[in-house]
């Protein structure tokens, strides 16, 4: 490679990183800029003696930001009680007796379940759901997927079945929180020696983002070898 092609491909490579490093903070503090607008204009509606903004002789950049997390804070502390969860529940009862209103009220409930149980498994605190990582032939022979393993098929499924099956679960890109869920037999999965958290990184980042040591690590079960959904990953 010549002198100028080498300048080319490290200004190239320079600027790629800048925009890696620079469009998220940029997008973030712009975001919260207008969340916190989006919020202020909400408590401009209220009554002056309810504002803090009344009591304040300049502006505040990030109060609402700020009081939305301090009533996200008490919402959570009172419903955590048993008086609070009877509250929270005829406030539920209330809404899905509206037309319309239910609809939408389930559909985000739903969705902030499925965030924050992504969140817990992201973090590594629903290791316990997912039993390991694997690949899988998926959507035809000879292209693969990721997947979780999430437990033993039981009952008549696995009575109809000539082998050992598995419940799998093959997230989307880049949203994971929607999948597949599949049926599987074991010895047609191979095993990843990585974790839960590595899986989601790949996937988040459409593959962007890798586990860069793999290469470090034991050699990867050959197409065929049983998976074992009855153990964690990485027993």
Do not use: C
């Not at 002198?3 to 320079?14: L, T, Y």
């Not at 002789?57 to 700020?66: A, D, K, N, S, T």
Request: charged fraction near 20%; avoid cysteine; glycine fraction near 10%.
């Amino acid at each position: 490679m010549g002198f100028f092609a080498k300048v080319k491909s490290a200004m190239k490579r320079h600027f790629l990183t800048g925009v890696l490093v620079f469009v998220p903070i940029v997008l973030t503090v712009y975001l919260v800029n207008w969340l916190d607008e989006v919020l202020m204009g909400q408590l401009s509606t209220l009554p002056p003696r309810f504002n803090p903004q009344s009591y304040i002789p300049f502006r505040v950049p990030g109060l609402g930001v700020i009081l939305t997390i301090i009533i996200i804070y008490v919402v959570g502390a009172i419903s955590s009680n048993y008086l609070g969860k009877k509250i929270l529940e005829g406030y539920e009862n209330l809404l899905e007796r509206i037309p319309g209103v239910r609809w939408l009220y389930v559909v985000l409930k739903q969705m902030m379940e499925a965030v924050f149980n992504l969140l817990e498994e992201f973090q590594g605190k629903g290791a316990d759901r997912f039993r390991g990582v694997v690949l899988v032939e998926y959507p035809r022979k000879g292209i693969y997927s990721l997947a979780f393993v999430t437990g033993d098929t039981r009952g008549e499924i696995q009575e109809r079945t000539a082998s050992k099956v598995v419940n799998i679960f093959i997230p989307t890109t880049p949203n994971p929180t929607s999948g597949f869920y599949l049926m599987i037999p074991s010895d047609q999965l191979i095993r990843l020696d990585i974790s839960v958290e590595q899986a989601f990184r790949m996937l988040m980042s459409a593959g962007m983002v890798g586990d860069q040591n793999y290469g470090n690590k034991k050699a990867r079960p050959q197409r065929g070898q049983a998976v074992e959904p009855g153990k964690e990953e990485g027993a």
